[in-house]
């Protein structure tokens, strides 16, 4: 039945251009934004999910990532989800387990609403649900890794940016750390050596809206992914760009989901590569395109081994 689904919905998917899409979901309405390439679907497309930061919103990721601009040229479906707040389109946030704002407070189910979401990808978009991918920045970074951990079952790859694994929401509250995953995920990491927003090292942030909160280091999330998708421990180190981003590569992973970590020497909070930073955060690495990086990592993962 889902494969008959599939196939009617690519077959007639939406015109290309953006499009604007709401569900009901805990008691909620969500809202997304799902960018449609050009051309046609001669197949079930690939989808990247693009998770705003703490405070941003859907089209404010669309304009940092410059995904759009991929996904025109590759042929998949950039989808764009709101998270939730008190001001409706602005100053939204995602429950990522430890942070942050309004998502955690009000303990949003958006590990549901991003399930629901994707079956209507599926549905309404063609899209393929053996290449289906979630990336983010910051708030939106620490969700693409719980997602990455409890929709392992639909997912096919993850790239957090800036973006923590767990920590602890404030002095008092327990230890969060995502829960083991069903299966191994390939994962790709991001993240500056000058962030202050999420230290490097973990800690406590430089700068932060959400006081007393603690993040786990780089190096932990390295760790979890490795050791859940059975790699070998010691990484190819090389430079992705010379003296400005070093990549660690571990391979030998469990059907082949593969872990890499890209590290900004020079990098802050920052989406790498994006014109369009947000004011407060340092400027980009512009030397390092974070958005074609990242697609050609999920481009080489599917669900299904050999599948592109």
Not at 25 to 30: D, P
Not at 280 to 307: L, M, Q, V, Y
Request: aromatic letters at 8%; charged letters at 25%.
């Amino acid at each position: 039945m889902a494969l008959g689904l599939m196939a009617g919905a690519w077959g007639q998917t939406p015109a290309p251009g953006d499009h604007t899409g709401t569900l009901e979901w805990g008691g909620r309405t969500r809202s997304y934004i799902v960018h449609v390439p050009p051309g046609e679907a001669r197949r079930p497309r690939a989808a990247v999910l693009v998770f705003h930061g703490g405070g941003g919103n859907a089209r404010q990721a669309a304009r940092m990532s410059g995904m759009n601009a991929v996904a025109d040229r590759e042929g998949f479906l950039a989808v764009y989800p709101n998270g939730t707040g008190r001001l409706g389109k602005w100053l939204l946030t995602w429950n990522s387990g430890y942070c942050c704002g309004y998502a955690l407070r009000n303990r949003v189910d958006d590990v549901g609403f991003v399930r629901a979401l994707i079956g209507e990808l599926i549905r309404r978009y063609g899209a393929d649900p053996d290449r289906i991918y979630a990336t983010g920045m910051s708030n939106g970074g620490m969700m693409a890794h719980r997602l990455a951990a409890e929709l392992s079952d639909l997912l096919a790859g993850a790239a957090p940016v800036a973006g923590s694994i767990g920590g602890k929401a404030n002095a008092k509250a327990p230890d969060y750390v995502i829960p083991r995953p069903g299966r191994p995920v390939p994962v790709l990491i991001l993240h500056g050596k000058k962030d202050r927003h999420l230290r490097y090292e973990g800690g406590e942030p430089v700068i932060t809206l959400t006081p007393g909160r603690v993040d786990l280091p780089v190096r932990a999330a390295v760790e979890f992914w490795v050791k859940n998708n059975g790699c070998a421990p010691e990484p190819v180190r090389e430079w992705a760009v010379e003296g400005h981003v070093e990549r660690e590569s571990y391979r030998g992973c469990r059907d082949g989901a593969d872990v890499v970590l890209y590290t900004l020497i020079h990098g802050g909070h920052v989406w790498p590569g994006s014109k369009r930073p947000r004011l407060w955060t340092n400027d980009p690495c512009r030397k390092f395109p974070a958005s074609e990086t990242i697609w050609e990592f999920f481009e080489a993962h599917s669900r299904r081994p050999g599948k592109r």
